[in-house]
């Protein structure tokens, strides 16, 4: 019997983004049931709260999830926590593949026992310079923080902007407020065309430096955010500040179709963010114990990349699962698109939506791209 774990907050300072990934699960393994489960057998779910990173929650739960006897887990859903979980992971033989872990390297060294359905920061750069270079701006600024993620996203903007007629001129680090008259000026000493602020979050720094860059002309179309300092600025900065300002978000926005089974599960469901990952962790999970003809943590390790690189494309665990009948080899392509994992159980293709700032500095969906 194939037995999910989840791994989700449910309480503590993220947990209002619990709810949508255990609708993900439950949507998921419905479908897996009504398809005929795994073996003949009905896929069981067990669920436990991760907490947020500040106590020792994780922890706590993983082991109650060992001692159920589970051989996968969806989740956790933070970076941090999955860094710390990991070598629990491995020594139990137990996979975790994470709907919202987005920090590079998370799976380096994870001998195949961690993937992801949300693609890692770094690959933001693909998709901004494929976005940057259609708008036509050729020559292009960076500003970045000191932390690790942000700087990540340099060598995949350098290569996408190379790859489509463009190019990187400028990298600027702020690292605290004082820096950023500097980094400014260094910016529009290159005159770019476009500034990309990669920022880690939507504090005190970023709110000065998007000022300061308004006030020196790369404003509106001409200033794009990334999904770590992408916020309701409505009450924190004047408004107007950001009006036409873009921003890229992992993920995508699934539709109404997707949503009406969440709903399903939990009538009650407000924000979806993560959901589709979940959904689609979930299925992968399943396709991988078929691939590899048992349901031992190892053996699904063993086949999460293979059930989503090359092979027959399908696009549900019951079209998935009637193809493997007969031939070995599948691309699961489901609600978050194609994701192609790598040797680090990371997606080499993802979907984010753009977004745009209105004048009173909030941003809404405009369109939907892959990167």
Same mark, same amino acid.
């Given at each position: ?123 933001? @750069?693909?998709? %901004?310079?494929?976005?940057? /270079?259609?708008?036509? +701006? =050729?020559? !292009? #600024?960076?500003? *970045? ?19 489509? @007629?463009?190019? %990187?001129?400028?990298?600027? /680090?702020?690292?605290? +407020? =004082?820096? !950023? #008259?500097?980094? *400014? ?187």
């Amino acid at each position: 019997m194939l037995r999910i774990g989840t791994l989700f907050p449910t309480t503590g300072a993220t947990s209002f983004l619990g709810a949508a990934q255990v609708a993900g699960v439950n949507a998921a393994v419905r479908e897996i049931n009504a398809a005929g489960g795994f073996d003949g057998a009905p896929v069981e779910v067990v669920n436990r709260d991760s907490g947020d990173a500040t106590t020792e929650k994780a922890e706590e739960s993983f082991a109650a999830l060992v001692e159920k006897g589970v051989d996968v887990i969806i989740g956790p859903s933070s970076s941090v926590l999955a860094e710390r979980l990991l070598p629990r992971a491995i020594e139990a033989g137990i996979p975790l593949i994470s709907p919202a872990a987005t920090y590079p390297g998370v799976g380096t060294d994870a001998e195949g026992f961690f993937a992801r359905t949300v693609p890692a920061y770094p690959l933001q @750069g693909v998709a %901004l310079g494929e976005l940057l /270079t259609a708008q036509k +701006a =050729a020559e !292009v #600024a960076l500003v *970045v923080g000191t932390d690790d993620v942000s700087g990540s996203i340099t060598p995949t903007l350098t290569e996408s902007l190379s790859a489509n @007629g463009g190019e %990187l001129v400028v990298t600027a /680090t702020v690292a605290d +407020a =004082a820096a !950023v #008259a500097s980094a *400014v000026s260094k910016v529009t000493t290159a005159k770019p065309d476009a500034v990309v602020l990669a920022t880690p979050d939507n504090g005190d720094v970023t709110k000065a430096l998007i000022t300061a860059l308004v006030k020196a002309g790369y404003g509106g179309t001409k200033l794009w955010l990334t999904s770590q300092n992408l916020a309701d600025y409505s009450q924190a900065l004047p408004a107007g500040t950001l009006k036409d300002v873009n921003g890229v978000l992992e993920g995508g926005r699934p539709d109404d179709a997707f949503i009406a089974k969440l709903k399903v599960e939990d009538p009650g469901l407000g924000d979806v963010r993560y959901a589709a990952e979940a959904y689609d962790a979930t299925v992968i999970a399943a396709l991988a114990a078929i691939l590899a003809h048992d349901d031992g943590g190892a053996s699904i390790a063993w086949k999460l990349g293979a059930v989503t690189q090359e092979g027959i494309r399908c696009s549900s665990f019951g079209e998935c699962a009637d193809v493997l009948s007969t031939e070995p080899d599948i691309a699961y392509e489901g609600v978050v698109g194609p994701l192609r994992f790598d040797a680090a159980g990371d997606p080499t293709r993802a979907r984010y939506d753009v977004l745009t700032y209105n004048g009173e500095n909030k941003a809404a969906r405009t369109a939907t791209t892959e990167g």
